[in-house]
């Protein structure tokens, strides 16, 4: 544990070097009025928070930076997210307020709008389709042997699905397969479909088949994976390397979910360079949270950035969202 001199310090540090992204002195420190001691006390104890691994000096006329354990002790310092700005505020509330239609959209839009409010590149996993309960299924005729299946989901996902039919149908036997098909789905998850009883009609129990099938193989896609704000990654660095290496990853959606799902199984929600367990992300930082539909965890909402980002904004905007998007999802 550090002293509460030593610690008023390296906040100072921390907060400067977000602000400006400058290797921060000991003269200015000095002039941050909840500091009040000399340069000379101040660089004394800047040296020892670098021989204890807090902060580093990139040159040797240099100001110090924050290390990861630098940032790791501002993290864990903050007593809580904090509020969020009354326009980033503002912006959320209107942004939900007018938040409707499939869930896809609804999830793309809100990586923006995180995107937007912290500057940093923004991810929303969606809520798994095999948990998700159907609420409704229809089949619509687009051609005489083509048809339109469309289910609606408990978790606000609505799923269509182009079926091609061996023989030509009309709307008759449409409906009728629809009514079979909400008879034994309505009310059960995707994870529990299994072959429907045959209605003892040959012609509807051919489109039945054709329905049931596509949801079967639907259970196995993968969590839908929504990035926002990645042109952002690459103002943020100012190696080409790195921002190729950070837009990699998130271009990978099985690395991004199984990352942001193995941070919150730490019992973490900020995980700072190379706790992100990434490599190509060792000068990144992650902060996430998991956003609940009527109590129960469904999926994650996470922003990445460079490891000076503005913590206490982004915690508190990831907490904010995350509330939201649940409330809105949960009123369906």
Known sequence: MLDERKASILRAVVEEYIDTAQ?????????DPNIGVSPATVR???AALEAEGYLIQPHTSAGRIPTDKGYRFFVDSLAEPGPLGATETQQVREFFARAHG????????TS???????RTAAVVVGPPHEVATVRSVQLVGLAPRVALCVVVLSNGAIDKHTLELTA??????????????????????LASVGPIAPSGRPEIDRLVDAASSRLLDERD??????????SLMASSFDAVDTVRRVLTILEQQIVVVTLLRDVLDRG????IGSETGVEPLADCSLVVAPYTVDGEGV????????????YPQALAAVAVVSQRLGKRLSEG
Request: glycine share 10%; no cysteine; charged share 25%.
């Open 44 to 46: 004394s104890e800047m």
């Open 268 to 271: 973490l929600s900020v995980a």
């Open 23 to 31: 290797p921060v002195g000991s003269r200015h420190v000095a002039e």
């Open 112 to 118: 923006r709008l995180l995107s937007g409010i912290t």
């Open 221 to 230: 896609d993968p969590d839908a994976v929504f990035v926002g704000g990645t």
């Open 299 to 310: 999926g994650t909402i996470g922003v990445l950035g460079p490891t000076r980002m503005n």
């Open 102 to 109: 499939e869930l896809e959209a609804m999830l793309a839009d």
């Open 168 to 189: 030509e149908t009309d709307d008759e036997e449409l409906a009728a397969a629809s009514a079979h098909l909400s008879e034994h789905l309505v009310g059960r998850s």
